[in-house]
């Protein structure tokens, strides 16, 4: 399978810092997305990790390890508007999206 | 960056009857488009991958009869469907991927904002 593990839920506090963990199996792996989902509203693109290491893109980092099957994103500086459901989705052989279940992040005052 | 639209933003049908929602690349053109469905607090399901110019191929629990899907052009796919029940009530998102030359280049998936159905 493809199975794709994050958390359910996280709660931070405004300013801080927080790591959104993300594994996933390795056989047909292509890249590894994260995209961030207001409810009722569509996912919109964070970023895009095919390579190892660290992509960094303002308050936004997303890292990943091929040979781990893992990923993380970091959010620094974190704002109330930063509340919001974290989607981690493997992109697979043939160029199709797995989602994981998403992680609900709570920024609180 | 690349728009993805669709119609309805929202739509309220009775049991039975059939819903069509459309999605539309704005500002580029798509051969391949996808559609999810998400159920609340829940993440997003593939459905189906819809290519221009040939049938869709459906993801294993999803029926095909019921969900049809057409892509006549390289910039609208619509989904329809059919004699709809409460238990089709979700949220249903499009997404478009660019093939500039054939070939992606980032592999980027743009989503559509949605389509809210409920089923009385």
């Known amino acids: 399978g493809q199975n794709i593990d994050q958390p359910t839920e996280m709660t931070a506090t405004e300013g801080a810092i927080v790591q959104i963990n993300c594994t996933y199996q390795?056989?047909?792996?292509?890249?590894l997305f994260w995209y961030q989902q207001h409810a009722g509203e569509a996912p919109t693109f964070l970023s895009y990790?095919?390579?190892?290491g660290l992509e960094e893109k303002g308050r936004f980092s997303s890292f990943l390890s091929r040979s781990k099957g893992y990923s993380y994103l970091l959010l620094k500086e974190l704002q109330m508007k930063d509340s919001a459901s974290y989607l981690c989705?493997?992109?697979?052989?043939?160029?199709?999206?797995?989602f994981g279940g998403g992680t609900r992040l709570m920024v609180k005052p | 960056g690349a728009v993805v639209s669709q119609h309805p933003s929202w739509v309220i049908c009775k049991s039975g009857t059939s819903v069509k929602i459309e999605c539309r690349s704005l500002d580029f053109q798509a051969t391949t488009m996808f559609w999810y469905r998400q159920f609340p607090k829940q993440s997003l399901m593939l459905m189906a991958t819809?290519?221009?110019?040939?049938?869709?191929?459906?993801e294993q629990g999803v029926e095909k009869d019921k969900f049809l899907i057409n892509h006549a052009s390289l910039t609208l796919s619509t989904l329809t469907v059919t004699s709809a029940h409460p238990e089709d009530s979700s949220f249903y998102i499009c997404?478009?991927?660019?093939?500039?030359?054939?070939?992606?280049?980032?592999?980027?998936?743009?989503f559509g904002p949605g389509t809210r159905l409920t089923v009385l």
């Open positions: 990790n095919v390579l190892d």
């Open positions: 819809s290519n221009e110019g040939s049938k869709a191929t459906y």
């Open positions: 390795t056989s047909g792996f292509n890249g």
């Open positions: 997404s478009a991927r660019e093939l500039p030359g054939g070939q992606p280049i980032t592999d980027t998936q743009y």
């Open positions: 989705a493997r992109n697979n052989a043939g160029n199709m999206l797995t």
